[in-house]
Structure formats: structure tokens, C-alpha cells
């Protein structure tokens, strides 16, 4: 990680005891983990939210070049040139196959 192994954390941490003090130095310590743990849940929001907008971007694209899609809307449009007709026969209430409304039929 960085490159930092064990003596250089040694001397930081010296380094850090000297400059602070050994009164100070665990609010320090403990300052610093808040600012850090802030800062990596920070960035995992942003990566989160960076990654949840790519997907729907892709499910969008996807979703435009389907095949479904373009059926749905050919079908939507050749229903709406679809108009109505005057004669009964046509009449939901008297579709093929329905029992006729009433006693006389």
C-alpha cells in the first residue's frame, strides 16, 4: 500500500508522537480515522451511484433496440388508424358467440 512498510511507519508514527504530543496523539489518531472512513464512504456513494446510472443507461439502450420495443409501438400505431365501425354486427354486444341480451334476443 503506497510503499510504506514497517520502518517507515515507525518513523511516521515517531515522527507523529513528537509533534503532537502523547496527550493529544489518540484524538489525533482518532480525528484522522473519522476523516478517512468519511472520505472511502464518500467515494463508495459516488462509485455506487456512478455504477447504478451506467446500468440504467444500458438497460435504456437495450431497451431501445428491442425488438419487443419496436412491435409494441408498430401495433400501438396500427391501432390508433383503427376506427370505429357503424354497423352492429361489429357491436361488442353483439360479437359472434356471445348469448343474446334479454328474452327475444
Not at 22 to 35: E, F, I, K, S, Y
Not at 54 to 64: F, G, H, P, S, V
Request: charged letters at 25%.
Amino acid at each position: 500500500m503506497f510503499g510504506v512498510g514497517f520502518p517507515e511507519l515507525l518513523l511516521i508514527s515517531a515522527l507523529a508522537l513528537v509533534v503532537v504530543g502523547p496527550d493529544r496523539l489518540p484524538a489525533v489518531l482518532r480525528t484522522l480515522g473519522d476523516w478517512i472512513g468519511g472520505a472511502k464512504r464518500g467515494l463508495a456513494d459516488i462509485r455506487r451511484q456512478f455504477e447504478d446510472e451506467l446500468n440504467l443507461a444500458e438497460i435504456q439502450q437495450e431497451m431501445r433496440e428491442s425488438s419487443v420495443i419496436k412491435d409494441i409501438r408498430e401495433a400501438n400505431m396500427s391501432l390508433s388508424e383503427v376506427k370505429p365501425s357503424a354497423d352492429k354486427s361489429t357491436d361488442p354486444g353483439n360479437w359472434p358467440g356471445m348469448p343474446p341480451d334479454g328474452p327475444n334476443g
